[in-house]
């Protein structure tokens, strides 16, 4: 059995475990977790993974792998992918008003198989804005989705849109946050993300942008082709509206309107005493490129137990 695949694979168990996420064997070579960064073959991986199964270190039941003692984490993701279809589609739904909205590049669904999503849970979105744009086309994203009653809050958290993810198209490269140079939760993150509105492929130019994560995911790195009842294309009428006011807003004009959301948001923001955006932490950002909102960024929790988690399995090989 080839060790440096065997090594790889336990790896990337241990860290989908975490999340009670078994892996079907497209998935497991896609998110192959290698530290070298060495590709392999599809038939070199299945062929290690058939072996783990035959072991007994690996279990297969109803097409999904998981750790042998965590069975019960395919019943589990089962009923989740019910729960992520229809949050999804609600995902499509607020694609819809995206595409309206001007300077706004891409919209994507992420942590879908990074988190514990249960029926409460809300959807994260990952907001791609043109430069010199960001905080109009936040005031504008939060006003139109709190209108239209799709906008996360306090109140209303399940199966409404999260809006804490919000960059410029120039800082798509997420390195510069990661929280040191393995950073496991954000390069999976970042080869996870699902295009819910993507017209213009910024999916392509942010996995090219960020190909630093794909050293240790070799084969993470490719295009996704979001099914047709998750996607929301530009639509004609949006699209002619949006352009509309992109073409209205720029110029000096544009940037006294920048201006002016700024001033109104960083207001209110600054009455949130409970908020990190004071604190030298990468899980609140506030700038004119990017607006992260992750007052609970639990990265570095989830790369410690990946730690402990292959440290284990590593042990018994």
């Not at 336990?10 to 896609?30: D, G, I």
């Not at 669904?109 to 086309?137: A, R």
């Amino acid at each position: 059995m080839n060790k440096a695949i065997e090594t790889a694979i336990l790896k990337t168990f241990a860290y989908f475990s975490q999340f009670s996420c078994p892996l079907t064997r497209q998935e497991v070579f896609q998110f192959l977790w290698v530290d070298s960064g060495e590709a392999y073959s599809r038939k070199e991986v299945s062929a290690v993974l058939t072996a783990l199964t035959e072991r007994g270190t690996i279990c297969l039941e109803d097409g999904y792998f998981v750790l042998k003692g965590n069975e019960s984490h395919i019943a589990v993701r089962m009923n989740r992918s019910h729960i992520i279809e229809h949050k999804m589609r609600i995902a499509k739904r607020s694609a819809r008003v995206f595409a309206w909205i001007p300077h706004i590049s891409a919209v994507f669904v992420c942590n879908q198989l990074q988190t514990g999503i249960t029926e409460q849970s809300d959807i994260d979105v990952y907001i791609v804005v043109k430069p010199g744009y960001l905080w109009v086309t936040r005031l504008i994203t939060t006003v139109l989705m709190s209108g239209f009653g799709l906008r996360r809050h306090s109140k209303c958290v399940a199966d409404h849109i999260c809006l804490s993810f919000f960059v410029t198209s120039d800082v798509i490269n997420l390195k510069p946050i990661a929280i040191d140079e393995t950073d496991v939760y954000l390069r999976y993150w970042n080869m996870q993300l699902i295009p819910m509105y993507d017209p213009y492929s910024v999916h392509e130019e942010i996995l090219s942008a960020n190909a630093w994560a794909s050293t240790t995911l070799p084969h993470a790195a490719v295009p996704w082709k979001t099914a047709a009842v998750w996607s929301s294309g530009k639509g004609v009428v949006a699209h002619k509206v949006k352009r509309f006011f992109e073409i209205a807003w720029t110029g000096p004009y544009g940037k006294i309107m920048e201006t002016q959301a700024k001033g109104i948001q960083t207001k209110k923001m600054q009455r949130n005493a409970a908020s990190k955006q004071d604190q030298d932490t990468s899980d609140v950002i506030i700038s004119d490129q990017m607006m992260k909102f992750h007052e609970n960024d639990r990265r570095a929790m989830f790369q410690e137990q990946w730690k402990k988690n292959y440290a284990i399995l590593l042990k018994e090989l």
